[in-house]
């Protein structure tokens, strides 16, 4: 059974940093995406960052310099280090993987349709 687990939200004052983390658990991908997204209330969720398989990473505009994504393969984990949050960054922040081909994988992206998802884990940032 696939699972994924996320990990280290809170509330933290504008500028401050947390890092998330996404133990998963269940399978074993040779080649693969995952991803951070986040929802805010009444909003559409949004993909954050991407990494692939062989460590190629993608994040969004808004978030770019501020967040990093990586994953450590030998804990089955995967992070998101966010510094410099604002308020606008306050939502459910969720983790979520998917399957793909070797040659593929460079290619990741949050517009893939992921096969998995976390439960989620709030990130409130307060101004």
């Known amino acids: 059974q696939v699972q994924l687990v996320e990990s280290g939200g809170g509330s933290v004052e504008s500028g401050g940093s947390l890092r998330l983390s996404c133990t998963t658990s269940?399978?074993?991908?040779?080649?693969?995406?995952m991803a951070w997204f986040r929802q805010a209330p009444e909003k559409e969720r949004e993909g954050v960052a991407v990494?692939?398989?062989?460590?190629?990473?993608n994040y969004a505009d808004s978030v770019k310099g501020r967040f990093t994504i990586s994953r450590d393969n030998g804990k089955n984990t995967l992070y998101l280090e966010m510094n410099g949050l604002k308020p606008e960054d306050t939502a459910m922040y969720y983790c979520?993987?998917?399957?793909?081909?070797?040659?593929?994988?460079?290619?990741?992206?949050?517009?893939?349709?992921?096969?998995?998802w976390g439960q989620g884990t709030q990130v409130t940032v307060s101004s």
């Open positions: 979520a993987t998917k399957r793909v081909a070797a040659w593929f994988a460079p290619h990741c992206s949050t517009r893939l349709d992921y096969d998995y």
């Open positions: 269940g399978y074993t991908y040779d080649s693969f995406c």
């Open positions: 990494i692939g398989s062989y460590g190629r990473t």
